[in-house]
């Protein structure tokens, strides 16, 4: 089981890697990831498929919306990691 703030970790980690200009010290959870930072839909797909690695789940393309913001992120992880 993992906690909100483990699971943000690995997001902001991921974000890190895929687009290193973002400031993810000072990202507002409830915003788009693309309205904060140069994240376009080759780096939203791989920030998908990274997280899928990483958290061990499967998410569908279908649920790829909910992972838009850190706050949705977390609360869709959350319920796959722990139903």
Do not use: H
């Amino acid at each position: 089981m993992l906690t909100d703030d483990q699971i943000k970790k690995v997001a902001l980690g991921i974000i890190g890697e895929i687009a290193p200009e973002a400031d993810i010290e000072n990202l507002d959870p409830a915003l788009r990831f693309r309205d904060q930072f140069d994240f376009d839909s080759v780096d939203f797909m791989n920030f998908a498929v990274a997280l899928q690695e990483q958290l061990r789940v499967d998410i569908p393309e279908a649920d790829y919306p909910q992972l838009a913001t850190l706050k949705g992120c977390i609360a869709y992880l959350k319920s796959k990691i722990d139903p």
